[in-house]
Structure formats: C-alpha cells, structure tokens
C-alpha cells in the first residue's frame, strides 16, 4: 500500500513526504532508498520531524492501527489511517474522542469516495437522476485468491505481498469500505445491519486461523435506501455497484477506477417485456477538472492521496475533514460488524451516526 500511496503523491506537487518510519529494518532501508525519502530511526523520530501542519499517514497492518492511531494523536498530530481504525469499535470510539478533544483529525481510508467516479454517481442521486433510490447492489468479489500466485507479488519497492497477513485480516476489513464509504457518503448513517460472515475456503496456504472470506449485509439507511453488499476472495472478481430507481439503473462496473463510467439505464417496455436499456447513458459532472488521475497498478486505477490532500486542505482551512470523525467511526464500526457477524448474530443496530457528507467543490 505504501507504493501505491507514493504513486499517487507524485501526481500531488504541493505535498512534502517528510520521513518514513517501519518496524522492520530491511523494509525501511529498501522504501526509503527507493522514494528517496529519509527514514526515521524511530516513531517518536518520525513524530519529531512532522510540522504543525502535517499528518501521520498508517499504513500498518491493521492489528496495530489503534496503537499507532493513538500514539500519534497523543504526540499532538492528525492522523489518516488505513482502514479500519481499530479492530474494536471501543477502540476506534476512544480513538475519535482522544481526536476530539485534542483538536486533531482522524480520518479513514478508502479515499475512493473523493474520486471522480463516485462524485459523479453522488451527483446523479443529489440531481434525482431516475427518481428516488430504493435498493442498491454492491459487489466487492476479488477471485479466488488462495490458488493464485501470490508467491511473486511483488510492490513497486520490492515488498512481498503479504498474503498470510491478508487472510487472517478478512476481505471484509480490506474491501467492504469501497463501496460502504460510498453509501455512507450518499445516504448518511446505517441505522441495521443484518449481516452473515464465513470461512467458505477453509485452510488456505495452510492458514489455520484465518479470518471470514466471504460476508453478505443487507443494511438499512436512516435517510435512504436499503442496500445488499457482498465481499469475497472466492467468488470471481466483480466490482459492480448498481443503484435502483423508480426510473432504471444507476450503474458502475469498476469502483476500483476513479474513471469508471457511471452509466444510467432507464428502464423501458418491448414487446410486453420490461427491462433495463443495455447500453445506458454515461453520466458526467459539469465540469471536467477533478483530481489528478494515476495509471492502473494491478487491479486498481485509484489516487490513494485523495483522501491525506483533502486532509491537509481540511487542517489548513481549520474546517473538519470529509474522512474524519463521527464518519470514519461509523464506517469502522459497522464494517466490524459486517465482519464480526457470523451465522447467528441477528440484527445489529449502529451506535453511531454521521451526516451525509458534503460532496467535493468540483462535484457540486
């Protein structure tokens, strides 16, 4: 993540990486000759070189999120953190309390949300495109990834994919929040979950205590919709978020594309039969300057710095930023409850809430 972070940095000039810091030596040393950033001997050495102004970005295994999150808000700095922001919703709450009260940001990955494709889908639905929004479908699939060649993935900078970290995480922890983050954004808190999570692919790689590989959530919108998400690392990779109408489909096959063409098809009766137009009608913002774009790296076309730049504006204007607070705590706390869900959880009701959030100055 840390390479595909610093690709989309380079399309950011104004913008300063002041030093890097990693647990592990021979990482440390490999990153920051690679990026030719300098590289700090140690947390506090790293907190010690950041501005006033800056940010700590987290990009560790999220098993020690809630440490470094903490660590740094009580070292005085706003923090962007990889998602999620805790692997406990107390955590993550005392988390968002501690940011709070000191003053600080403490924002949530994915930044997809700010992207071009997702601001032009909150568009359309802001503009009534179709009507009123009543179901929506979002596939988060990503291939059956334990019989693939993960042993060669490789990052930009020579890290190796860590996929046994990967699985004891969950697809659920990893991907849910690219299209959840979306939903949140357009319809505001989820007041239910009812959600299912398993273990489908059992002993991958010989991984005994592996995390669920497959959820399903059907969640209930205070101010929208109901949705159905599903994650996997089973089923074959599908992107798709379809939204429904009283007037067609609202549609996208690729949210790991911040191009993506957001498409609406109206709906439309032959020959006594009713269907959706199989083309559609590509939908676009008024105006064509968003954001910088990076190339596709793998499976993804996403500016990872989207979401730490909308931060840094966010601090220099003394305003909150989009990613952060009551909206990165319940974007975690109910991804966790998509992943904590199990066979027999039931209904799970969101302690906390956040508003819909204000699209981008070039999405309006």
């Known amino acids: 993540m840390a390479d595909l972070y610093m690709r989309s940095f380079a399309r950011h000039h104004d913008i300063r990486i002041v030093a890097v810091y990693d647990r592990s ?30 940010l700590v970005l987290n990009l560790t295994n999220p098993h020690a999120h809630y440490e470094i999150n903490k660590a740094a808000l009580l070292a005085g700095h706003h923090v962007f953190c990889e998602k999620p ?35 032009t889908l909150g568009h359309a639905l802001r503009n009534t495109v179709g009507g009123t929004p009543c179901l929506v479908y979002g596939e988060m699939d990503d291939g059956y990834i334990s019989q693939a060649p993960v042993e060669g993935w490789h990052s930009e900078s020579g890290a190796t994919w860590p996929f046994a970290d990967e699985i004891r995480t969950g697809c659920t922890l990893e991907h849910a929040g690219y299209h959840l983050s979306w939903l949140i954004a357009y319809f505001g808190a989820v007041k239910r979950v009812a959600a299912c999570s398993a273990e489908v692919i059992p002993g991958k790689r010989g991984i005994t205590d592996a995390a669920p590989d497959f959820s399903v959530a059907v969640l209930d919108f205070a101010d929208g919709p109901v949705a159905r998400l599903t994650c996997s690392i089973g089923a074959p990779q599908d992107h798709r978020l379809r939204v429904v109408t009283e007037g067609g489909v609202l549609s996208l096959k690729k949210a790991w594309d911040n191009t993506a063409p957001v498409r609406f098809h109206r709906r439309m009766t032959i020959r006594r039969r009713l269907l959706e137009h199989p083309v559609g009608r590509r939908l676009r913002l008024p105006t064509r300057k968003t954001h910088p774009k990076v190339s596709r790296k793998g499976a993804a076309a996403m500016n990872f710095a989207l979401g730490p730049d909308e931060m840094l504006d966010a601090i220099s204007a003394k305003r909150q930023s989009r990613l952060a607070g009551d909206y990165a705590l319940h974007l975690t706390e109910v991804t966790l409850a998509i992943q ?11 302690k906390s809430d956040c508003p819909v959030m204000e699209p981008m100055p070039w999405a309006l």
């Open 25 to 54: 030596e021979e990482r440390l040393e490999a990153f920051s000759k690679y990026w030719n950033i300098d590289a700090a001997s140690d947390l506090n050495a790293l907190f010690s070189a950041l501005p006033e102004d800056g």
């Open 85 to 119: 922001l805790a692997l406990d919703y107390d955590k993550a709450f005392e988390l968002v309390e501690l940011a709070r009260k000191s003053n600080l940001q403490l924002g949530s990955a994915p930044s997809s949300v700010l992207g071009e494709t997702a601001q």
């Open 340 to 350: 904590n869900a199990g066979f027999d959880s039931g209904t799970y009701h969101p």
